[in-house]
């Protein structure tokens, strides 16, 4: 190996280190001394692929969230005026830009008018990795951008831990706008703003979704269930995988739970190497 790798790979288990502690990987003899010397996150580097094949589940992409579980599937709601337009435009539109210029100043449910700011999302337009969060919270609702604050942090050294920088995915929420207090978004919430995130996803096509939280796979998956019944399988939404994780803002709260995490973000990486060609192999 030479010297440019070994400083490569002593960085990237140094941001592992930090994030998800020490028990979590081998530390590779020899680069200790050298890591202290290094301040940058280097690009992606690895020598094989992983060949696990977790389970996937199919499932039917969600047109409408479900309440409880005992329900049958809400129907699409009826077409309705906001802010003067027709949510049968959503047909029409081909860009996120557009996007947003559509549905920016919405006010279907209470939300709209209790934000400061629409949060729509931010990244890379043609992404191939997406991240579905919740909510905004207080930090995302100033700013109007996602996971800015303390948890945006976390998820951002996370998904650099894996090879994944900010600027190349796209982060959004399944509601817009902050919950009042920060509270956890109600049924009737997700239900009108979940179309939204739908037509996200379908412009911009990603390979693969990362979903922080129970709020978020449940949104996506139109189901209830706790977080440990949807991790640890693959589920197809269209067209993309949807992996389900713990929220950033959870782990803060919990540090006992980064080495699960650790190992979702470690199969959410081998699948995406799978699937793209690409190979980045994670140590520990």
């Known amino acids: 190996m030479s010297g440019e790798d070994l400083n490569k790979l002593s960085v990237k288990l140094q941001i592992q280190e930090e994030i998800f502690g020490t028990e979590l990987f081998q530390k590779i003899e020899g680069l200790n001394d050298l890591a202290e010397t290094l301040n940058a996150v280097p690009l992606p580097q690895?020598?094989?692929?992983?060949?696990?094949?977790?389970?996937?589940?199919?499932?039917?992409?969600?047109?409408?969230?479900?309440?409880?579980p005992s329900k049958a599937v809400l129907p699409q709601p009826a077409v309705t005026k906001f802010a003067s337009v027709d949510a049968t435009q959503f047909s029409k539109i081909t860009s996120l830009t557009e996007f947003n210029e559509l549905i920016c100043e919405c006010q279907k449910c209470p939300l709209g008018k209790t934000r400061n700011k629409f949060v729509f999302g931010s990244g890379n337009h043609n992404a191939k990795v997406m991240v579905v969060g919740e909510g905004p919270g207080?930090?995302?609702?100033?700013?109007g951008l996602p996971f800015v604050g303390r948890a945006g942090e976390l998820l951002t050294k996370m998904m650099?831990?894996?090879g994944f920088s900010r600027e190349e995915i796209f982060i959004a929420n399944v509601v817009?706008?902050?919950?009042?207090?920060?509270?956890?978004?109600?049924?009737?919430?997700?239900?009108?703003?979940?179309?939204?995130?739908?037509?996200?996803?379908?412009?911009?096509?990603?390979?693969?979704?990362?979903?922080?939280?129970?709020t978020a796979i449940q949104a996506l998956m139109g189901r209830k269930g706790?977080?440990?019944?949807?991790?640890?399988?693959?589920?197809?939404?269209e067209d993309a995988l949807v992996l389900a994780t713990y929220h950033p803002a959870a782990l803060i709260r919990n540090p006992e739970w980064k080495k699960p995490a650790w190992e979702d973000l470690k199969m959410f990486r081998s699948k995406y190497n799978e699937l793209t060609g690409e190979i980045f192999e994670i140590k520990g």
């Not at 039917?60 to 409880?68: G, K, N």
């Not at 207080?138 to 700013?143: M, V």
């Not at 109600?186 to 129970?214: F, H, R, W």
């Open 46 to 68: 690895a020598n094989k692929k992983v060949e696990t094949q977790p389970k996937i589940e199919k499932v039917t992409p969600a047109r409408s969230y479900i309440p409880e």
């Open 138 to 143: 207080a930090d995302e609702d100033a700013s």
């Open 160 to 162: 650099a831990a894996i």
């Open 176 to 214: 817009k706008c902050r919950p009042p207090g920060n509270r956890t978004p109600n049924d009737s919430e997700i239900t009108e703003c979940l179309p939204y995130l739908l037509k996200q996803i379908q412009l911009i096509k990603p390979v693969m979704i990362l979903c922080a939280g129970t």
């Open 226 to 237: 706790s977080l440990g019944s949807f991790r640890s399988q693959f589920y197809n939404l």
